[in-house]
Each structure stands twice: as C-alpha cells, then as structure tokens.
C-alpha cells in the first residue's frame, strides 16, 4: 500500500462525513453567497483605494477568497479533537501506515473543500458585476489551495497539540484574525496609514492578497504574482513541513 | 521475525506524564514475558497503569524508559513492523460522530492495514457474524448501542486478522450474553489460530475465566506475575469474610488475637481474614468478638477467588474500583 493509496483511503472517509452532514453542507455552501449578498452592496458607495465602480469587484472577490481560506483551514483541526477523543486517531495511529498519509488525508479533504467553495465563490460573483481576467482567477484559486494545504495541515497538528475546543478555538481566532486584518483582505491596505502599512508588509498573507488581486486584473506576469507565488508556496511548505514533523513525533 | 517463541519482552518499560500537579509515573519499569499462543490478563484497579503499558506496546505512547520486543520486532526501533503485526482495541472512547459507518469505518481499518479492497470486504463478511454484528454494515456508528460498538471496536482490531492482539477492558459495556460471546471468541481466536492475547480487565471472573495468566498491576508495578490458579494457591485455606456492629479496627485486633491469620485486612465495611481451616476458625472467632462487646452481622467462610489474592497483594479490594 502506497503512501498515495493511504491519503485516499483517509480523505474518502473525511470526505464522506463532510457530504453526509446536511448543515455544513448547506451553511458551506451558501457562506460564500452570503458575503458576496450582504457585504458587496455596500461597495457600490465607497470610493478610494481603487474601490468604487464595477472595478471593486476585483477587489473584493480576491478578499473573500482569501478569507473563506484561512478560515476554513485554521479551523480544519477543530474536527480531530472529536476525533481524539472518539479513538479514531489512535485506531488509525496503531496501523503501519504512514503518518504523513493521515494527516494528507484530512488535509486533502479541507484544500479540495476550500477550492470548490473557492469556485462557487467566483462564479456566484459574475451577476454581481466581477469580470476577472479568467486565466487569473483560474491561477488564484490554485494559490488559494495551496495556501490550504499548509494552513490545514498546522491546523490539524495544533488541534493534536491542544486537545480541546476551548483552547483551540481562541488559539485559531486569535491568530487568523489578525493575520486577515493586517493582510488587506477587506480593504486594500492603500487605504492604511504608514504605520499600519509598515506592519502589513511583515505578514506574508499580504503578498498572497495582492497576488490573487493583481491575477484577478489579469497582471499575471507580474513581479507582485511571482513574490505572492513564492510566499505562498514557501509558506505552505513551512507550515506543512512543521506540521507533519510534530504530527510525527506526537504520534511516534 | 526472530526465532523466539516470546510474543512479548518487556524489558524495564517505564512511562510518566507530566501534569500541572507534578509528575506522574504512570508505569514504573515492567518486564515480562507473553509466549506465542498464550492469554495474559492485566489485572488492576483504576489508574494501575494496565492502559499505559498497553498504549506503550501498541506503539501509541513512546515509553520514558526502557524497551520492548513486540511480534518479534523492537518496539523502538521498528515501530512500524510493530503496527503491521498487531492488533489493538483501545478502552472505550467517545460515541462516534455522525456521518461514520460501520462497514466502512472497518474496511478503511484494514485498507490503513494495508489490505485491498476486495480482501478487506471478504473480510468483513467472515467477521461480522463471529461478533453477532451481521447487518449492521450500513449502520451509523452514532446510532447503535454501547455494546454493538464495544463489539465494532474489537472488530477494528481484528480486520486484519493480527497474530498478536492487545485489547483493553473488551467486554465493559456488554451484556452477559455478549460478554459470553465475546469471551468464547478470543478463545477461539486462541485455539484455532494461534493468536496472542493480551487483555485488561477490572473482572475477576473474566480474568480467571479467560486468562491463562495474570499479571496483577497495582501503582505502576507489576506486584504478581502467575496462572490465576497458582496466584489462588497463594491465599491457600480459606477466607473469612467478617461484618460486625461496632468498631472494625477493634475486630481487627480481636480476631488477630484470638486466631493468628496469615492476613487481616479491613476492606470497607468488613473484615477479611484468611486461615488455614474455616470450619475450625469460625467458633473461637465468634466468642472472642461476642466476648469484645462486638456484636456479629454476618460471617462468610469462602475459597480464595482473585479478588482475595489482590487484597492480600496489595492490602485493597479490587472490586471497589471496579466501577469507577
Ligand atoms: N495522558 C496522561 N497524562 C497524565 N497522566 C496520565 C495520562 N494517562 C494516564 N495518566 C495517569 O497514569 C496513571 C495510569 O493510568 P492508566 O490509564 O494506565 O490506568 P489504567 O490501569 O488503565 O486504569 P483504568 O482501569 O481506569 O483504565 C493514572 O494515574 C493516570 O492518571
Ligand atoms: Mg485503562
């Protein structure tokens, strides 16, 4: 058995008890429309920042994407705790097959998760008024998914590393939240001051907004979408490798 | 594997935790033999550290010192060959989220075993019935009984038909019909293909019922390694198991006065004393408390069962814990 046949054996399962859950598949499903019904409206009236127009869209839209990705993911090892507890995670630690496998597997299950709802997201937005560059968008929601992968696979270790809901919820919020905010996602930080700006340039998340927006306009062959590219892969690579690591020695 | 006929070595295995309240040694450096095709039970109260030392065997807990052979491979050293050979039923978890089924909840065991599809669905048909689980392959774990899971969760060991299986207080839960079950098949797994077993257990009954040896762990230790016959032969005579209206501790004194026991131990409400001849000792026993003031509610002259031998051991009744 290969560690290929192992991560499929344990996203099938992951995957499964996602569809058979008719509220998250419903809530999952409508999350991204939502946004885009209640907040995009209030675009139509703000000007500066390049927001205001039919533009703004472009700006928006990259914003959710990115939002809809860490959160889903930073919130992926909520799920394992139940997991711990039911005796699943040991069960399937007591097998010879390979850690990597187990956490792949799961991590699998939130990037394709992410990427469909990433999807939905985007076309939901066309009767909006977003008309990206579609090779652009295209690219983006690659970069959203990998950008998962290795946000769900630190979730997922943290999630071993915590055991409780109690302590990994606040954990999660509190390091997402302010990861999003100085990142730009709601609104381009051209609008910040110097300070607040200075301090957006340290968060990688920042690169990987400005990426998926300059990919939206269609700036594909931009020095911003290489950087982006490069964080977000590096990034990825960090947190899954970190990530595997302990999930490893946790489970020796 | 090595030419050994030991399913088991464990040499000095030792683990602790560390919690807020300082550390705990959960195990405190254990060594025993298992021999192919044998039945061992770990015998012990709450927090003896039976799960401990089974969650260390099983490659689940990496243990703080020491080492084991387990299946012929190094526990440390080639965990992985470890997991390949054995089985595990861990102590009973939390109720299964919905969504999870159970025939394939048991075929994603035994694929993770590294069994293909087609063996692993062969598999669960020859199973399923041995467990009395037969049509509940598309059941929602959440949706079934305490006992149907206990009996999924011995089937998740099992899948891949292990030569050495570890399971952890297999019948809490079930019925006695399903525990009579359950124990005619470990036995049988034993008898008609030569598997190893290890198993915990707070019952005495199930212990001396299925086990062809005991190890008796109290406080981290192994206090007694042995057949659940030899360990009865211990407390050899008989037990005398006292209660009186009045003063335990007075009783204690009085009836070591006036009969010499090998032990006299209170446990709980009552006094338990084991002499060579009950018949004889019950007489002189009685006036000496009568003449103390003490007087008698009831007097019980018994053979020694494992719960006698594990007070004598340990100075506590097992059977205290057993529920808690
Ligand atoms: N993860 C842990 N962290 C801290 N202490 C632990 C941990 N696991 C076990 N212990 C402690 O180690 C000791 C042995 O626990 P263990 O679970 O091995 O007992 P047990 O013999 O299986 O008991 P039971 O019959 O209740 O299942 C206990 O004192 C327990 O509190
Ligand atoms: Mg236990």
Redesign the pocket.
Known sequence: MTIVTETWVIFIRQMRQLVRNPVWVFFGLTQPILYLALFGPLLKNISGGGLGGSDSYKIFVPGLLLQLAIFGAGFAGFGIIQELREGVVDRQRVTPASRLALIMGRTMSNVVTIGVQAILLTLVAIPFGLRPNWGGAFVSIAVICVLSLGMAAASYTMGLILRDEDSFAPFVQGVTLPLLLLSGVLLPMTLAPTWLRRVSQVNPLSYVVDTVRALFRGDIASVTVAKGSLVTVGVAILLAWWATRRFQRNSA | MTKSNLAIESRQLARS?K?KAGP?D?VKGVDFDVSDGEIVGLL?P???????TLRMLTTLLTPSRGTALVAGADLITHSREVRRRIGYVA?IGAVPAPGTRLGEELITQARLQGMNKAAATDRLKALLPTLDLSGFEGRTLAEMSGGQRRRFDVALGLMHDPKLVFLDEPTTGLDPQSRANLWEHIRSLRDNHGVTIVL?T?YLDEADALADRLLV?DDGQIVADDTPEALKARVSGDVITVSVDGDLALAAKVAGEALAPRTNVVDGNKLVLTVERGDTAVPPLLRALDSAGLRLKSVQVHRPTLDDVFLTLTGRSLREDADG
Not at chain 2, 46 to 52: S, V
């Open positions: 935790f919690t705990v959960a012990g709450n927090g003896a550290g039976k799960t401990t102590q915990t707070h762990m």
